[in-house]
């Protein structure tokens, strides 16, 4: 459209739009409705299943405001930004009321969108620099702020795997880089640079000096965190005044979990749903807040004996005393959402229902302490004194806020009767007012002798009297006509007219009111933010403490023996997540013992679906389990801490990469060899099976010599090459593991029992059996077996050529040469 033939409204919105970044959508609001024009029309219609017209030669489409909400939530989850441009000046008739963009919403800045309380919404800023790669990420709906600074890519994308932001920026010129990073908004280089994004921080904290923060020194972590701050404030128009508190942290705190092994361990996410994940299993927790420390502890567990120690006495006490924990639990469960809440509240959607939350919540946080404190554990005296009721606080909203308070401060009425003489003179206007021209109808029916005289009232015309067409002769002198309709007249009276302005006069002075005590009330929130941050993460704790303990009660778990020592000893162990699900055949437990001083590397044998899998997995999940501070699904245990835990259990062609099955598998295992200690714990899943026999046996032979004579880790490797069993008689610190089954009728039974020894067979037909081959597929696969191992004949029973039984004779002379090593 020429500029020239532009209305004002259009170059009002044409302006708005040149300030926003790309991919991002323009709500304008017009009225009741937010607008979309031209491309972003084109776009959204499509998205979110609504009309596209035209006005003029210009396509647009439109959503009302009042469920602007839900396709905003669209709109983001299919990949875009969304920019509100908000009526923020008095509509005056024949003036072009005053707009401005109010903030911009991406799938990283929902702070009260579409949210899932028990999951935390990450946006995440990267950046490299010689000194290492910085990562910074922020929870705008709670106020969390991290940073950390990793030495390579690979340790990057393991953090970004257990943080997993909705979004991450990264610097445009290092899109290289960061190609294998998923998801990534490149911005402009120069709000990463370490000096810049200083001044940003030092701005936003109000300090002289990043020491305080532990960060002065952390260039490439300021870089990100500055950037973040930056976008935020710049591009999103966010407000982020609560963020207060920058916290650095070091990767050497915590186990470290690769992406593999957090997706091959089922811990918070799992194709089965939530119920087939470790987090299905420990998240008992009765509050949003608890929910989601659940979650950071199974993706953080700890690398501090004292720490984990201070877990579990503080579990142990909540065991003790059941009734205690009954009431802790009971206290907490009323509590609300208060760093959400608070947040919103801080920021520009906050509303009366949050008010009401935070005054009832924190109203319940004295008897949540004394709950605590009655338990009599270090580390719940702790938390319980970082707990703040403030009463003064509670008091105002409580004395201010009705118990159920409106959706919409637009609409008002969420301010008690009595608390404000001045709201309480305008409500009693507009209700006189009210009460007059509710008893208006039956005195004009009465004078008029019109029966089906009507009173009604419409935004646009207010209030007016509607008189039928069959009864227009009948209408009094004094009516005024407003508008004629299909069936009839709307007529309004002087004193119909006078009482209006006094009702509608009163109802916009009262909600103008309202809004000013909302403002107040908000404003007292804001000042103590601090404290009910801290009150709300102590209450996190408290409850996630006490969703382990319910958990270990209800489930009859044990409290572990965890130590600095080389010891892995289970006792009766059980997979939690199995163990957890089972509804019919009863879970069989497990021993488990390794010792990097001992037998440190256990070779499994067995048939497919004997379950070597689900053992592997059971012994990684109790480690990590044991490393959280949660007690464990066994009849005892003790657990020397590990560093890392490495899996490779399963694998599939990855079509993104081109990468085959055996591609995935090696890189896989490349990671552990190059990566794992001495300290590391290491499950292995058949190694070698993605390529012929004679390589994978090689290739799983080789691995398995490393892991045990170099790196000396602790390590389960599930194997169906027997012949690595053999590796018993030439190496002291490696055990023959199998798992159990019985032969009955040419059917095979799982016993599900981790034995001593080798596997003696594989069971490969009787496994095909269970899954359903044809019998003629069955017969004609064991006549080819015995023809096989007879090593003289082919599948057809005919002599092979000598080429064979020199291939056999290698083999055999291969086997004994590596024992003798």
């Known amino acids: 459209m020429a500029e020239d033939k532009q209305t004002p409204m259009m170059k009002q919105y044409l302006a708005a739009r040149r300030e926003l970044p790309p991919r991002t959508i323009l709500l304008f609001r017009l009225g009741d409705f937010y607008e979309m024009f031209g491309e972003d029309a084109k776009e959204a219609s499509a998205i979110l299943n609504v009309a596209l017209t035209k006005r003029g030669e210009m396509p647009m489409c439109g959503v009302p405001s009042h469920s602007a909400r839900g396709y905003i939530e669209k709109l983001v989850k299919s990949g875009w930004r969304v920019a509100l441009c908000d009526q923020v000046g008095e509509v005056q008739a024949g003036k072009l009321v005053r707009r401005e963009l109010t903030q911009v919403l991406s799938a990283g800045t929902l702070d009260d969108f579409g949210l899932d309380d028990r999951k935390p919404n990450y946006l995440a800023a990267i950046c490299q620099r010689k000194d290492g790669i910085g990562l910074a990420y922020?929870?705008?709906?709670?106020?969390?702020?991290?940073?950390?600074?990793?030495?390579?890519?690979?340790?990057?994308?393991?953090?970004?795997?257990?943080?997993?932001?909705?979004?991450?920026?990264?610097?445009?010129?290092?899109?290289?880089?960061?190609?294998?990073?998923?998801?990534?908004?490149?911005?402009?280089?120069?709000?990463?640079?370490?000096?810049?994004?200083?001044?940003?921080?030092?701005?936003?904290?109000?300090?002289?000096?990043?020491?305080?923060?532990?960060?002065?020194?952390?260039?490439?972590?300021?870089?990100?965190?500055?950037?973040?701050?930056?976008?935020?404030?710049?591009?999103?128009?966010?407000?982020?005044?609560?963020?207060?508190?920058?916290?650095?942290?070091?990767?050497?705190?915590?186990?470290?979990?690769?992406?593999?092994?957090?997706?091959?361990?089922?811990?918070?996410?799992?194709?089965?749903?939530?119920?087939?994940?470790?987090?299905?299993?420990?998240?008992?927790?009765?509050?949003?807040?608890?929910?989601?420390?659940?979650?950071?502890?199974?993706?953080?567990?700890?690398?501090?004996?004292?720490?984990?120690?201070?877990?579990?006495?503080?579990?142990?006490?909540?065991?003790?005393?059941?009734?205690?924990?009954?009431?802790?639990?009971?206290?907490?469960?009323?509590?609300?959402?208060?760093?959400?809440?608070?947040?919103?509240?801080?920021?520009?959607?906050?509303?009366?229902?949050?008010?009401?939350?935070?005054?009832?919540?924190?109203?319940?946080?004295?008897?949540?302490?004394?709950?605590?404190?009655?338990?009599?554990?270090?580390?719940?005296?702790?938390?319980?004194?970082?707990?703040?009721?403030?009463?003064?606080?509670?008091?105002?909203?409580?004395?201010?806020?009705?118990?159920?308070?409106?959706?919409?401060?637009?609409?008002?009425?969420?301010?008690?009767?009595?608390?404000?003489?001045?709201?309480?003179?305008?409500?009693?206007?507009?209700?006189?007012?009210?009460?007059?021209?509710?008893?208006?109808?039956?005195?004009?029916?009465?004078?008029?002798?019109?029966?089906?005289?009507?009173?009604?009232?419409?935004?646009?015309?207010?209030?007016?009297?509607?008189?039928?067409?069959?009864?227009?002769?009948?209408?009094?002198?004094?009516?005024?006509?407003?508008?004629?309709?299909?069936?009839?007249?709307?007529?309004?009276?002087?004193?119909?007219?006078?009482?209006?302005?006094?009702?509608?006069?009163?109802?916009?002075?009262?909600?103008?009111?309202?809004?000013?005590?909302?403002?107040?009330?908000?404003?007292?929130?804001?000042?103590?933010?601090?404290?009910?941050?801290?009150?709300?993460?102590?209450?996190?704790?408290?409850?996630?403490?006490?969703?382990?303990?319910?958990?270990?009660?209800?489930?009859?778990?044990?409290?572990?023996?965890?130590d600095d020592s080389g010891v892995l000893e289970i006792v009766e162990g059980r997979h939690p997540i199995l163990d957890f699900q089972s509804t019919g055949e009863r879970f069989v437990p497990n021993d488990t013992s390794l010792d990097t001083d001992g037998h440190r590397f256990a070779i499994i044998t067995g048939p497919n679906m004997a379950g070597k899998s689900t053992y592997i997995r059971q012994v990684a999940l109790l480690t990590l389990m044991a490393q959280i501070g949660s007690y464990l699904p066994a009849q005892s245990a003790h657990v020397g801490l590990v560093d890392r835990i490495f899996t490779r259990v399963g694998a599939s062609d990855d079509l993104t990469k081109g990468q085959s099955t055996f591609m995935v598998e090696m890189n896989e295992t490349a990671n552990i060899l190059n990566n794992a200690t001495g300290s590391s714990l290491v499950i292995l899943d058949e190694i070698g099976r993605g390529t012929s026999t004679f390589d994978g046996l090689s290739i799983a032979w080789s691995v398995a010599e490393h892991l045990h004579d170099v790196i000396g880790c602790r390590t389960l490797f599930a194997t169906h090459y027997h012949e690595i069993t053999d590796l018993e008689r030439t190496r002291s610190g490696v055990l023959n593991l199998n798992v159990a089954v019985r032969e009955w009728n040419d059917q095979v039974i799982f016993l599900r029992k981790i034995l001593e020894g080798r596997a003696d067979q594989s069971y490969g037909i009787q496994v095909a059996r269970l899954a359903g081959l044809p019998d003629v597929v069955l017969n004609r696969a064991k006549e080819i077996l015995n023809n096989l191992e007879k090593a003289e004949l082919n599948a057809e029973g005919e002599p092979v050529i000598a080429r064979s039984r020199r291939k056999k004779a290698a083999i055999q002379n291969g086997l004994d040469q590596l024992n003798l090593i």
């Not at 201010?400 to 308070?405: G, K, L, S």
């Open 138 to 562: 922020c929870e705008l709906s709670t106020g969390e702020f991290r940073v950390a600074e990793l030495p390579d890519l690979a340790a990057v994308l393991n953090e970004l795997a257990r943080v997993s932001p909705a979004e991450t920026i990264a610097p445009s010129h290092q899109e290289e880089f960061f190609r294998g990073v998923a998801g990534v908004n490149f911005l402009d280089g120069y709000i990463f640079e370490p000096e810049p994004a200083a001044e940003v921080l030092l701005e936003h904290f109000k300090v002289h000096s990043l020491d305080g923060f532990g960060v002065a020194e952390m260039r490439a972590a300021v870089g990100a965190a500055g950037a973040l701050l930056h976008y935020l404030t710049r591009q999103m128009r966010r407000s982020v005044s609560h963020l207060r508190r920058l916290q650095s942290y070091q990767t050497s705190q915590y186990l470290v979990l690769d992406a593999v092994t957090q997706a091959h361990l089922d811990l918070v996410e799992s194709r089965g749903g939530r119920g087939m994940t470790l987090l299905g299993v420990l998240d008992r927790a009765v509050t949003p807040m608890g929910a989601r420390m659940i979650r950071e502890w199974i993706l953080h567990p700890l690398r501090d004996v004292e720490s984990i120690v201070a877990r579990q006495q503080a579990i142990a006490r909540l065991l003790e005393d059941s009734i205690q924990l009954g009431k802790l639990r009971e206290h907490l469960g009323s509590i609300r959402d208060l760093e959400r809440a608070a947040s919103r509240l801080n920021g520009s959607s906050g509303n009366a229902r949050d008010l009401a939350a935070l005054g009832a919540s924190l109203s319940l946080v004295p008897a949540v302490a004394d709950a605590a404190r009655a338990i009599g554990s270090p580390l719940i005296d702790s938390l319980a004194e970082r707990l703040s009721p403030l009463p003064e606080l509670v008091e105002s909203i409580a004395r201010a806020v009705v118990d159920e308070p409106p959706a919409l401060l637009r609409e008002g009425g969420f301010v008690r009767d009595g608390f404000d003489p001045a709201l309480d003179e305008l409500r009693s206007a507009s209700r006189e007012g009210k009460d007059w021209i509710a008893n208006l109808q039956e005195r004009e029916i009465t004078r008029t002798g019109i029966k089906s005289l009507k009173v009604r009232f419409t935004s646009v015309f207010g209030y007016f009297i509607e008189i039928t067409k069959a009864n227009l002769p009948s209408v009094p002198e004094d009516y005024v006509r407003k508008q004629t309709t299909v069936n009839g007249e709307r007529f309004i009276t002087p004193e119909l007219k006078e009482i209006e302005n006094k009702i509608l006069g009163a109802d916009e002075r009262a909600k103008a009111r309202e809004a000013e005590i909302f403002q107040e009330l908000r404003a007292l929130v804001v000042g103590h933010l601090a404290a009910i941050q801290e009150t709300a993460a102590s209450l996190a704790s408290l409850d996630a403490l006490g969703s382990l303990a319910e958990t270990a009660r209800q489930l009859h778990y044990c409290r572990p023996v965890v």
